[in-house]
């Protein structure tokens, strides 16, 4: 079963335009949500998670638990933005393991 | 720490061969996890380690491929026979019990 679902496989934004990046998970628990990042030739990192309720590079996810979903968001894209985006859903009884979506290549363009 | 590190960075082989893919979890991180990314199927859990036991390994494909954990500190995965479809990146993370997922830089597989 598909916990994690990012519905855009490609998304392509030009520079200075909003984006959102779309994500929804399947859990009846308490979910613990992130995003990782993957820029060109570079390993994936942690971009942000919704318990720390931060903003990180312009980035923000708010966790709506109505929706089940987790949409990663930015009011100005930057073309260094242009990267791999992975949804992630850790949840409780998996001890420790993270459930990926299928990723969205965001390209910004200029 | 130099964080996870993976080798080889970039294998080719030839259908029939013996892969063996190398991981070094950080220090301290009780949890490992190999995982596989293609263009068609995204990021795939292959196999998790918890403090060196295999706790799931539901998603290894099928009985050629392996993995291994000797000790804390050392992992591998093993493919026998290769095949061209095991093209991939194959990347091996680590955490700690509700830490961040720290990744390798993967290992770039090419099975001719």
Redesign the interface.
């Known amino acids: 079963a598909q916990r994690v679902t990012q519905p855009e496989k490609l998304l392509s934004v030009f520079k200075g335009a909003p984006v959102e990046l779309k994500c929804n998970y399947s859990y009846s628990g308490s979910p613990e949500l992130f995003w990782y990042v993957q820029y060109s030739r570079q390993r994936l990192q942690l971009l942000l998670r919704h318990i720390s309720r931060e903003s990180i590079k312009g980035f923000t996810a708010d966790l709506n638990k109505g929706e089940t979903s987790f949409h990663l968001k930015k009011p100005f894209a930057q073309e260094e933005d242009s990267a791999m985006y992975y949804c992630a859903l850790l949840r409780g009884s998996t001890l420790g393991r993270l459930y990926f979506g299928r990723g969205t290549q965001l390209t910004v363009w200029p | 720490d130099a ?2 590190i993976q080798s080889p960075r970039h294998e080719v082989t030839e259908m029939g061969q013996e892969v063996t893919l190398r991981c070094k979890p950080i220090s301290g991180h009780d ?1 490992l ?1 190999w ?1 596989r990314q293609t263009m068609m ?3 795939e ?1 292959l196999i ?1 380690f ?1 403090n060196n036991v295999p ?2 390994d539901s998603g290894m494909p099928e009985d050629r491929f392996s993995a291994k954990m000797p000790n804390a500190s050392f992992s591998t995965l093993k493919i026998q026979p290769s095949e061209p479809r095991d093209s991939a990146v194959y ?1 091996c ?1 680590s ?1 700690v ?2 830490g ?2 720290f ?4 290992s770039r597989l090419t099975v001719l």
């Open positions: 964080g996870v949890y996890f995982y199927r995204g990021l859990l998790y918890n706790i799931d990347f993370a955490r019990v509700s961040e997922l990744f390798g830089e993967g």
